[in-house]
């Protein structure tokens, strides 16, 4: 078990390098969590770890820490009427003449929310030669690798429409699915750390998925992440966040839709 001292320095370790803000009450978390990692390495004592985490100059070692501290829990369509809104905005906007669209999947852990994303916009602007990207970033460098295999066990796909399974999707031989290239050349996966606004894009962008990483952060963090993603946006487009992540009390200028839906005002 972790003694309160190494406890707090892993804590500390977690809020300046990822922004994650642990409790109090996240010891046995910890432990559990930084224990698996010390199997792999063969350590025993909790306090070698953090010694070793301290002094690797590489930072490989930071990135190794930083995936085992957090919950990747992810699904396809995950709180769906999230994708209906994408639709809709999409389709509202092509109605009005654009074509050249940007998202941004703002932790997107194994790749299933951007691909969601990506199959919700194929079927919205399906024929409208539309340019689509999407761009979708994680802390997590393991699950930024599982997203861009994107092969994913039958059951997880489940929720993907049927029309669009078979299009979308390829049988691998040990009987999963793979995202097919069509798909996933919409999406650009890349490594970026919430926690360090301002971001190194420039947008303008039409929707940002932020579901379920902000609990993660303080309200410190949180601020100037809303701040920059109200940057980002195009006027007129819409922050989606977690259902246990209303921004209710933050210091913001975003225009409430409904709850988890934001709005930057035209
Ligand atoms: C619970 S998952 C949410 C995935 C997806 N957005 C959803 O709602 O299904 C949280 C993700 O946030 C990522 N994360 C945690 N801290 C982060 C940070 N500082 N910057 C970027 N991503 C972070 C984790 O690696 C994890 O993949």
Redesign the pocket.
Known sequence: MLDKATFNSFRMIAYEK???ALGDNKEALVNTRVSKRMRELRIEDPRVYLDLLMRDASGNELVKF??CI??????FF??AHHFDLLRDHARECLQRGQKRFRFW??????G??PYSMAITLAEALDGAGADVRILA????TK?LDRARAGIYASEQVDKVPKSMRNRLFEPTPDGRLQVRQGLKSVVAFKR????TPPYPMSGPLDVI?????LI??DNLIRARLLADMYRLLKPGGLLLV?HAEGLTGMVSDFKSVKPTVYRKPS
């Open positions: 990822g922004g994650i930083l995936d957090t919950t990747n829990l992810t699904s995950r709180e999947s703002a932790a997107c852990s194994s299933e929310e970033t994680d802390l997590s699950v970026l750390n919430l926690a998925f932020c579901r379920n990483v993660y952060f977690g």
